[in-house]
């Protein structure tokens, strides 16, 4: 069982960064691949960057240049760093982790999740 926790969300207006941090509560962190997403209101959940166990990323065309995600596997946490922040960005973002061969952007390919954060972008 894999708990996740996110924390570091808030309000920033347009242009801004945030940095959004994920503690996970396992003790074979480093064999997960651990994924960001999000999720608007009336919109699917988005994956938004992927990071493997050796620090491969894979991003959405939307956020690619713009966020940053990174892993520290002896701390069991994860970030994403959040640049040039746009009023779309707004959205609830997800921590998740899964087992498996090769990063996603698929939430069906997920099997843990925190609970979220919230992040709101003003212009």
């Known amino acids: 069982q894999v708990q996740l926790v996110e924390s570091g969300g808030g309000s920033v207006q347009a242009g801004g960064s945030l940095t959004l941090s994920c503690a996970a509560s396992?003790?074979?962190?480093?064999?997960?691949?651990m994924a960001w997403f999000r999720q608007a209101p009336g919109k699917e959940r988005e994956g938004v960057a992927c990071i493997d166990h050796n620090g491969k990323t894979t991003y959405s065309e939307s956020v690619k240049g713009r966020f940053t995600i990174s892993r520290w596997n002896a701390k069991n946490t994860m970030d994403l760093q959040m640049n040039s922040l746009q009023v779309e960005d707004s959205a609830t973002y997800y921590c998740?982790?899964?087992?498996?061969?090769?990063?996603?952007?698929?939430?069906?390919?997920?099997?843990?999740w925190g609970q979220g954060t919230q992040v709101t972008v003003s212009s």
């Open positions: 998740a982790a899964r087992t498996g061969v090769w990063c996603s952007l698929s939430s069906t390919a997920f099997n843990y």
């Open positions: 396992v003790s074979t962190y480093s064999r997960y691949y």
